[in-house]
């Protein structure tokens, strides 16, 4: 086996992606439109994984959950809870620097509609599994939504009965790594009240007992 790459920039392995990247790079010359590489330490205790890309937020700022509504709820909570220097994110030269965490997503570029297919799904696993050979001990891996949950237990070579999505849920996927799940801190699921602010702090409560009490 060759080594895994973690990110590749010049990605272009999913047809309709590329065809829907060329097609917003023609609409919005400005945006970054291509693979948004993960932000943060190399070697987090926190590892915050979410689905893709949004159209006017990381496919255009090329930094995740930079720019879109997600990101209010999520580094707002980062803040609160020491994973970060800033509570409020603009571009991604507003000098955000990360604390023993790190962010990434399932699928690296803008899908079409914002839902990648089962195929560029696998397609772009091998990117998250080489983020997820390497890690420090005590881990906790956070998963924004069911899809970025199974695209991490299919990295870790688990199948989606061995730990079912649930909000709120912890998996203990290794000896001394953790799997949380929270649903996605995207715009619907925050205006429906599907996740209240108050919902996703005690995500990060748990996390912090995970990392801080039990290690």
């Known amino acids: 086996m060759g080594q895994l790459i973690r ?12 065809a829907h990247l060329d097609q917003v790079r023609q609409k919005f010359p400005e ?18 994984v979410g689905l ?17 509504h997600a990101g209010i709820l999520l580094y707002r909570t980062l803040f609160e809870f020491g994973f970060s220097n800033m509570a409020e994110v603009k571009n991604r030269n507003d000098g ?3 604390i023993d965490c790190r962010i990434t997503n399932a699928v ?13 799904i696998r397609t772009c696993n091998c990117f998250l599994t080489a983020e997820l050979t390497e890690y420090t001990s005590g881990q906790v891996i956070l998963a924004l939504g069911r ?32 799997l949380v799940d929270s649903f996605h801190c995207s715009r619907y699921n925050t ?23 039990t290690n």
């Not at 237990?153 to 790594?177: C, E, N, T, W």
């Open 7 to 18: 990110f590749d920039p010049d990605c272009r392995r999913c047809p309709r992606i590329v």
């Open 31 to 48: 945006y970054h439109s291509r693979p948004v590489q993960p932000f943060g330490i190399e070697n987090p205790k926190l590892l915050i």
């Open 52 to 68: 893709g890309p949004g159209m006017h937020g990381a496919n255009a700022t090329g930094r995740p959950f930079t720019g879109d």
């Open 96 to 98: 955000l620097q990360l």
């Open 108 to 120: 690296k570029c803008l899908p079409p509609g914002n839902k990648p297919t089962p195929v560029e």
């Open 147 to 178: 899809v970025a949950h199974e695209a991490i237990l299919k990295s870790l070579a688990y199948k989606h009965s061995d730990f079912v999505f649930s909000h709120g849920a912890v998996h203990k996927v290794q000896s001394d790594r953790w």
């Open 191 to 213: 205006q429906t009240r599907r996740l209240t602010e108050t919902m996703f702090q005690n995500i990060f409560y748990k996390i912090h007992e995970l990392l801080y009490l």
